[in-house]
């Protein structure tokens, strides 16, 4: 029973376009959520996070949205760019994290 | 600062053979975590450590040990290796204030048995 879910495995977005990731939760207990990224052959490293009493958060280029009502969380690339290709991960806390399977950016340019 | 690094990067082993895959940090985090990342599935904990000395399973601890003698190490043991164990190990760490959840990983381990 999947409590995190990243519903589509890959993503394409043309250079300068906004990159849409999405996010779904089931369990409401969860009150802080992370986005990671990962390279080819590296760690995943921390991108953004968002507290449950937020409903936005903003860090350069990257925003995420969090609808709680709805239990989704989105985040928003803009502009992408060729290096933000990479395996983005959502993880929602605990003294644990629970990670979504990933989507896979692909940016072209 | 070297963050978290894992030793060995790469390995080969041979259904039923043992190893012991090590994980260090050295920026005096209380909690530590082994996760295996298999095509598709994503993350998945292995087993997890809130302090030195203290251990617990994740979600997929079967196979698997751990040890967490020193605060700034993390051992994972393969008793009797078997080809589904055949993943990419990633270890992490965090603090344990209440307010903070990043995890930092390491860059991993990429086990094959074969």
């Known amino acids: 029973d999947q409590q995190v879910k990243q519903n589509s495995p890959s993503l394409s977005v043309q250079e300068g376009r906004i990159s849409i990731l999405n996010c779904d939760y089931t369990n409401s207990m969860f009150d802080y959520f992370l986005w990671y990224k990962k390279y080819p052959a590296e760690g995943p490293t921390f991108l953004i996070s968002?507290?449950?009493?937020?409903d936005k958060n903003e860090d350069g280029r990257f925003t995420v949205f969090l609808n709680k009502s709805a239990k989704h969380l989105s985040l928003h690339i803009v502009p992408s760019q060729p290096g933000d290709s990479a395996v983005y991960f959502c993880a929602a806390s605990g003294v644990t994290l629970t990670f979504g399977k990933g989507t896979m950016l692909l940016v072209s340019p | 600062n070297a963050g978290v690094t894992q030793t060995p990067k790469f390995r080969v082993l041979k259904t039923g053979q043992s190893m012991t895959l090590l994980c260090a940090q050295d920026?005096?985090?209380?909690?530590m975590y082994w996760y295996r990342q298999d095509p598709g599935m994503g993350l998945r904990l292995i087993h997890y450590s809130v302090g030195e000395g203290t251990t617990a399973k994740g979600e997929v601890p079967d196979g698997y040990n751990v040890s967490r003698l020193k605060k700034q190490n993390f051992l994972l043991g393969l008793e009797s290796a078997a080809p589904s164990q055949t993943s990419v190990y990633f270890c992490a760490s965090r603090p344990s204030a209440a307010t903070v959840y990043e995890q930092y990983f390491g860059p991993g381990t990429r086990l094959t048995v074969t």
């Open positions: 968002i507290s449950s009493i937020k």
């Open positions: 920026m005096n985090h209380e909690y």
